[in-house]
């Protein structure tokens, strides 16, 4: 079954920092651009972060730019987002998905265009 699972959500305090996982299971993500999005309460789901193939190539939403860092273990199948100084603003479910991509270096993740989805993982951000 061909499948990505998010790990790492919960409760923190402002300034406070978490970790998340996207494990692939039933392909192997080396072939795909891998891509955070996040869904808060009545808005919409919006992209965080995109990481090429080979890991070189990544890129951030304005909103997290200098707090967030994507990253990614081929030789384990996941992709990581490392979430420092969270914002109550940052609480929402996060999502990974991937995109199957011929380049190496294509970091473009849309929210319309990708191929598989996790089931999101809750990060609430909170004193």
């Not at 996040?38 to 992209?47: K, M, S």
């Not at 967030?68 to 996941?78: A, E, G, H, L, V």
Request: net charge positive; aromatic share 10%; proline share 3%.
């Amino acid at each position: 079954q061909l499948q990505l699972v998010e790990s790492g959500g919960g409760l923190v305090q402002p300034g406070g920092s978490l970790r998340l996982s996207c494990a692939a299971s039933g392909f192997t993500l080396d072939s795909y651009a891998v891509g955070w999005f996040r869904q808060a309460p009545g808005q919409e789901r919006e992209g965080v972060s995109c990481i090429s193939r080979n890991g070189i190539v990544v890129n951030y939403a304005d909103s997290v730019k200098g707090r967030f860092t994507i990253s990614r273990d081929n030789t384990k199948n996941t992709v990581y987002l490392q979430m420092n100084s969270l914002k109550p603003e940052d609480s929402a479910v996060y999502y990974c998905a991937s995109r199957r991509v011929p380049s190496y270096y294509s970091s473009t993740c849309r929210n319309d265009a990708m191929d598989y989805w996790g089931k999101g993982t809750l990060v609430t951000v909170s004193s």
